[in-house]
């Protein structure tokens, strides 16, 4: 064997390493680029294994409702398990994005006008429709003084009523007896803004007007409303600033962002999420360009044409539509999780804790958790606005689950509400400094807030109506023009007298232990001289 070398392999070891991986055959090559593809997608994706994970409940022990309608509900109580090949919640995303395998069916449009002018079209699709057959896409009145039960739906940013996920829904709800009209934000929808009002994640008062209108056409008719991702946000704060001054019946949110800010530092931390900014910023902008000759008008036109991420659309463009002096404080008012202990109403919120798009991070877990209307359900994965299961992704789980969530509902005792069993929400927050107000409990148990002077008048009153019925505890709730009813104003004080006789114990022993830490670098070397002291005496003695 000729183990002679070269003097140009002496000076190049480059060329030994050169020849020795020459030999080594370039199927091997193939193969481990292939490993090192499938590790950076499975890295990259997030790529799981495909199993059954439970369904994740959080809600108040001491409810009712909860309890009803967690025993009710057996998706709830069950499992949710992910198509196989969309064992990812990026190609869950994706797939819903690019595919999203809905059914086909067209809407009947109603045109409803704002009182400051602008557009809002709504997309019913009744239940008649989809049992009669395809119908067809008509302006006018839809029919309907009936008591069929109706679902308010409220898409998610810049989608509207052709979204995959929102006709999956939409066709679901139809086909089991309900009648589902699409609220679709401000521009969208193929409708021209007429006014200089944009919606953005915060803006409520088209949803208030909307589902007043709605009631209006349909007083008979229970009243049920769904919100996706932005969508979700909007309609949980909407019921927190209304409480129970609403014609809904329930609710349900999906994908909620709750918090904008940490969802705003959430998606910037990552590539692949950034990959989702760059495309939710694209989507805006062509929302934008579709409206050019007013957003230009009322917004920074060349700043939104040069915006990377939504932080800096949101900077150029709502921060100054909406009036907020920076784009923070825009997604701290915005944001619906400060609205949760208000809600008064029954609400089911979904949320995957592999959501990309709005992060776990921001789920109010506390807040969920003290208000009695309230079931959190969460899942190990699902994507954002996915939840795809099947071999042939053909179903979606949160769609099955908000409509077996609103069958429940509206076959309990709960439905009525105009009945006495109308649940208080409990907020976290205090708002006892709105206003002196006096609490009064009436023969029947009801408690009530009022003025000073409005009780004052009531009882005057009637004295001189019937001075046999002296002891008969009159009502008159104070209004106010935050459209919240007294539950709003006997909530924080009921729940401040809880907390504070719950935790006094607690308190007191954190007083004493802050106090001895404290003082202890003054204290704690007299003490130990003392005792120092103490035990020489005790040796001499």
Known sequence: MNCTITEEELVSPYLILFKSLCLIPFFHYLFFLFLAILLFLYLFLEIHFPRSDPISLTFNPNSDLCQFIVSKCRLLHGRYFPTIWLSSPHLQTAFLSLFGNSPPFCYKRNLFQATDGGTIALDWLMHSDVVEGISQVVNGSTPGNDRTPIAIVVPGLTSDSTAAYIKHLAFRLAKEGWNVVVSNHRGLGGISLTSDCVYNAGWTEDLRKVIDHIHSQFPEAPLFAVGTSIGAN????????????????????????????????????????????????????????????????????????????????????????????????????????????????????????????????????????????????????????????????????????????????????????????????????????????????????????????????????????????????????????????????????????????????????????????????????????????????????
């Open 234 to 541: 909007v309609l949980v704060k909407y019921l927190g600033e209304d409480g129970t001054d609403t014609p809904l019946v329930g609710a349900t949110a999906v994908c909620s962002p709750w918090d904008l800010l940490i969802c705003d530092r959430f998606i910037n931390r990552k590539l692949v999420q950034k990959l989702y900014d760059r495309v939710l910023t694209v989507g805006l902008q062509g929302y934008a360009q579709l409206h050019h000759s007013i957003i230009s008008r009322i917004a920074d036109w060349e700043g939104i044409k040069k915006s990377r991420s939504v932080r800096e659309f949101d900077n150029y463009a709502t921060r100054l539509v909406a009036k907020f002096e920076t784009t923070d404080a825009y997604y701290r008012h915005s944001s619906s999780a400060q609205f949760v202990g208000n809600v008064g109403v029954p609400l089911l919120c979904i949320s995957a804790l592999d959501d990309p798009v709005c992060t776990r991070e921001a789920i109010p877990w506390d807040e969920c958790r003290g208000n009695k209307n309230i079931v959190l359900a969460t899942t190990t994965h699902g994507g954002h606005l996915a939840y795809y299961e099947g071999i042939t992704a053909s179903s979606m789980w949160w769609v099955r689950a908000v409509q077996e969530y609103f069958e429940v509902l509206l076959s309990s005792p709960y439905a009525d509400r105009r009945q006495k069993t109308q649940i208080i929400p409990e907020p976290l927050e205090s708002s006892i400094d709105q206003g002196p107000y006096i609490v009064e409990t009436g023969e029947d148990g009801l408690v009530a807030a009022a003025a000073p002077s409005e009780v004052e008048t009531t009882r005057a009153n009637a004295e001189e109506e019937d001075s046999a019925q002296i002891g008969k505890t009159s009502y008159h709730l104070h209004k106010d023009n935050t459209r919240q009813g007294y539950n709003s104003l006997i909530g924080p004080l009921m729940n401040r007298v809880d907390q504070l006789s719950r935790y006094s114990r607690k308190s007191v022993w954190l007083l004493a232990y802050i106090a001895i830490v404290s003082t202890w670098p003054v204290l704690g070397p007299a003490l130990l001289l003392s005792i120092k002291k103490r035990f020489r005496r005790l040796i001499k003695n």
